[in-house]
């Protein structure tokens, strides 16, 4: 049990036995709760919201353990089957009865860097559920829920007991009974190895075909009550989690794990004990309230790294998007020193603190293909490019290397890698390729951190899932990819669309930061567009484009566009300016598929960034968010009779005005806020 409570200014020998008698009556009155035969509830600290637990015969079942989740006293989920199966055919849950119950309050916080916040406020409450299984092997296990003001989550805890000393779980049985008229946004999937890069899909929970597979977050619309989205949190040596509705009619979403790589039977091996992720429901009366929440960073272990002194988020060119083009330079441009020279000199001049050594058509830098890996090493440059002499010359300009790879040349060399990229002064590696969640992969992925922590590495994962909040655990990874994101502008007819660009905020987003290949100022409106490998172009103005870098949290965010397509526009500095980390965030306006703008603070300034889908839209924008005194805005707004396509005013606000943005068909709006008289 772990309880944690607030700092109190009471002497330390008085506080700790005052504190220890407030515990013991806040356990014991738990308890005696339970033995009267009651449903075990716990509720957030606001009182909003509910998760009950209880047992019932249902579906032939004696005692088969269930939940429901209300705000309000309206249904968020209605009940619900809880449970495993384990691979020996024992089901838990199946004929639970509760042996005790105890409660705990949470109230304490935590810094996060980087982060949407600086400060995260951790206040829940969390309740332990004791079961056993009735039958013939009446084994011990555990239920363990938390409920906060913008969630509940619940855990499955498997104690080491006598005659159960590993797990070997086939398949979890967690359901997620949306009320009728509930309609979910969603990303469906052809199987459990994917990258996670498909088109969201909108409709009734209820029409959704059966067996068909869900990713994770999960949005969805409760009729007349609010917002919900269903996300994991705290993936640790386990698979990950998705949703499919099986046949029967109007059946609950139901849990669907990873299954080991060639073992269809098996999903999580592990020695006792040993507990589950979190599963976690984010539940809110608007759907800008899921966007401000840290509870998935809650659910997870606090950081292992005690100084994050030189993690520093920034942004970084990446070649690849714009397939090595360029104009007007006197060598060839692609995998050599002298294209990597030549990029190292533009972020320089623009202050963009990172450059990536990736790949081109299929070859990558170090040699080999692309995908499928082939073997080669990852210390070396291909011919022609001097790796080391790469390095040196990026530090004599002030800027750093980050390296692309795919995950199975980082899991085959970067024992041998790592220690010498942090003597090199590389600052981190973007790992590619993974494209599966099951307990393996997971694994590899917390060691890849590990390693890449204790080398000062920072890391990227692309050809990955949405993200659990293990950058509260290892801040050092700064994003991960898991969406469809502007690199399928290059190649897919219809490209990423204005509506997809608002929706991902509130769908993948809600898992955590995500790389989106940002960056060029190219825009085109939506019936101009066409997609091409070379130089491409996105749908949307370059005001949209800036825009992204503030809703989306991301941080590393690319500039991946070429040099001489910065070089000269107006926008390229204020592009370049934009903060990558965050102290505060708030949610101005969300409607999935619609809108979306987000007001980000970064010291003592704020950004906000709004976007629009292919309609035009203005936004009335209050700023009762500022604290007291006078701001500048700076603002970059839609106008497409202009040369560069946007307009920008300057002009003195206070937290009582309002501002007006109009924003243009798939366009966008960035402003600053900085306190008057900050020289900024």
């Avoid at 459990?192 to 969201?200: D, M, N, V």
Wanted: proline share 6%; glycine share 8%; net charge negative.
């Amino acid at each position: 049990m772990r309880v944690t409570f607030p700092v109190t200014t009471f002497p330390a020998r008085l506080a700790c036995l005052c504190l220890l008698a407030w515990a013991a009556q806040w356990v014991v009155g738990a308890a005696e709760a339970k033995s009267s035969g009651d449903p075990v509830v716990a509720r957030s600290p606001d009182g909003r919201l509910a998760i009950e637990l209880y047992t019932r015969a249902a579906s032939g079942a004696p005692g088969q353990l269930q939940y429901r989740v209300t705000m309000v006293d309206h249904a968020v989920i209605e009940a619900s089957n809880l449970g495993v199966r384990l691979k020996d055919g024992m089901e838990l849950g199946r004929n639970s009865e509760v042996l005790d119950s105890t409660s705990v309050r949470i109230d304490t916080s935590f810094d996060q860097f980087p982060g949407k916040r600086r400060h995260v406020i951790d206040r829940g409450t969390e309740t332990i559920v004791t079961l056993r299984e009735r039958g013939t092997n009446p084994r011990k296990w555990q239920l363990v829920v938390r409920a906060y003001d913008d969630g509940v989550a619940l855990r499955y805890r498997f104690p080491k007991q006598p005659g159960w000393s590993s797990l070997e779980l086939a398949e979890e049985r967690t359901e997620f009974a949306f009320p009728a008229g509930a309609v979910a946004t969603m990303l469906p999937l052809g199987s459990f190895t994917t990258s996670h890069e498909g088109r969201y899909d909108r409709r009734r929970v209820h029409d959704i075909a059966a067996n068909q597979l869900l990713a994770l977050p999960l949005l969805v619309e409760l009729p007349g009550t609010g917002w919900a989205a269903v996300l994991e949190a705290n993936l640790t040596d386990y698979a990950g989690l998705y949703l499919a509705r099986p046949d029967a009619p109007d059946g609950a979403l139901t849990s669907r794990l990873s299954p080991h790589p060639g073992e269809t039977d098996i999903a999580v091996r592990a020695a006792l004990p040993h507990d589950s992720p979190w599963r976690l429901i984010l539940v809110g009366s608007d759907a800008r309230q899921l966007l401000e929440s840290d509870t998935v960073l809650k659910l997870n272990a606090p950081s292992t790294i005690a100084d994050t002194s030189w993690i520093k988020p920034g942004k970084t060119t990446f070649p690849w998007w714009n397939d090595y083009y360029e104009t007007g330079v006197p060598f060839t441009m692609g995998l050599n020193t002298a294209t990597a020279k030549y990029y190292i000199d533009f972020c320089a001049e623009y202050g963009i603190p990172y450059h990536t050594l990736d790949g081109v058509n299929d070859l990558a830098w170090y040699g080999g293909h692309i995908a499928p890996y082939a073997g080669a090493d990852i210390i070396q440059g291909i011919d022609g490019l001097d790796f080391r002499e790469v390095i040196h010359y990026a530090r004599q300009k002030g800027v750093r290397i980050r390296l692309w790879m795919h995950w199975q040349a980082a899991q085959q060399h970067m024992a041998q890698a790592f220690p010498l990229y942090r003597k090199w002064g590389i600052e981190g590696v973007m790992i590619d390729f993974m494209d599966r969640d099951d307990q393996e992969m997971v694994n590899f992925q917390r060691q890849l951190l590990q390693l890449a922590a204790a080398n000062h590495l920072t890391v990227n994962f692309h050809g990955v899932a949405a993200p659990t909040g293990l950058e509260r655990t290892f801040p050092n990874l700064l994003n991960s990819e898991g969406v469809r994101n502007l690199e399928y502008d290059k190649w897919d007819e219809d490209g990423v669309t204005p509506e997809h660009d608002v929706t991902v905020p509130l769908t993948r987003m809600l898992a955590g930061p995500t790389d989106y290949h940002q960056g060029t100022l190219r825009g085109v409106p939506l019936e101009q567009f066409k997609p091409r490998v070379t130089a491409p172009v996105v749908i949307g103005t370059p005001s949209r484009m800036l825009a992204t870098y503030v809703v989306l949290q991301n941080h590393m965010s690319m500039m991946a566009d070429y040099p001489s397509a910065y070089r000269g526009h107006p926008l390229t500095r204020v592009m370049a300016a934009i903060p990558s980390t965050w102290d505060d965030t708030r949610a101005l306006a969300a409607q999935v598929g619609e809108e979306i703008v987000i007001a980000r603070r970064s010291g003592h300034e704020w950004w906000i960034g709004a976007m629009t889908d292919r309609h035009a839209r203005d936004e009335k924008l209050p700023l009762s968010f500022l604290p007291p005194g006078k701001f500048r805005a700076e603002i970059y707004q839609d106008d497409l009779a202009a040369t560069y396509g946007f307009r920008h005013e300057t002009r003195a606000v206070t937290s009582s005005d309002e501002l007006d943005l109009q924003l243009a068909e798939s366009g966008g709006a960035l402003v600053r806020l900085a306190p008057a008289g900050s020289g900024n």
